[in-house]
């Protein structure tokens, strides 16, 4: 399953960034997620939620951030939000049209507590 590589990867890079940062836990990670990848975002947190269950970072909360495919019109220069496969500009409804983004999968925010001066509830050492 394609979400679950994904899941373990950011999981991954979360860990790689806590080992920098003793003294302290992973409360959120951010995954931004463009339209292109076709990732389906519940897939993905079913597999993360899986992932955790069970371990030190159980609490570890993902948010998802979705970014829609956008074109940029060679005409007019304008860019927008493509919709139904509709590559054609809104504007001035040329067709020379290229894409511009839509197929982020980056890692966008790393929220981190400190142990001990925690506000969150839980007790998640080790
Ligand atoms: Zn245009």
């Not at 500009?89 to 400190?114: H, I, K, M, N, R």
């Amino acid at each position: 399953m394609h979400e679950m590589g994904i899941a373990n990867s950011v999981l991954e890079a979360v860990r790689t960034e806590m080992n920098r940062r003793p003294g302290s836990y992973p409360c959120k990670v951010g995954v931004r997620i463009g339209e292109m990848t076709a990732i389906d975002q519940d897939a993905l947190r079913f597999c993360f939620e899986a992932l955790i269950l069970e371990t030190d970072m159980a609490s570890l909360e993902l948010g998802i951030e979705f970014c829609p495919r956008r074109h940029r019109c060679q005409d007019c220069g304008g860019d927008f939000i493509v919709r139904d496969y509709d590559t054609r500009c809104p504007q001035c409804a040329s067709l020379e049209t290229t894409f511009v983004s839509g197929d982020e999968l980056e890692l966008a925010y790393l929220e981190v507590e400190e142990y001990g001066s925690s506000t969150v509830g839980e007790k998640s050492t080790q």
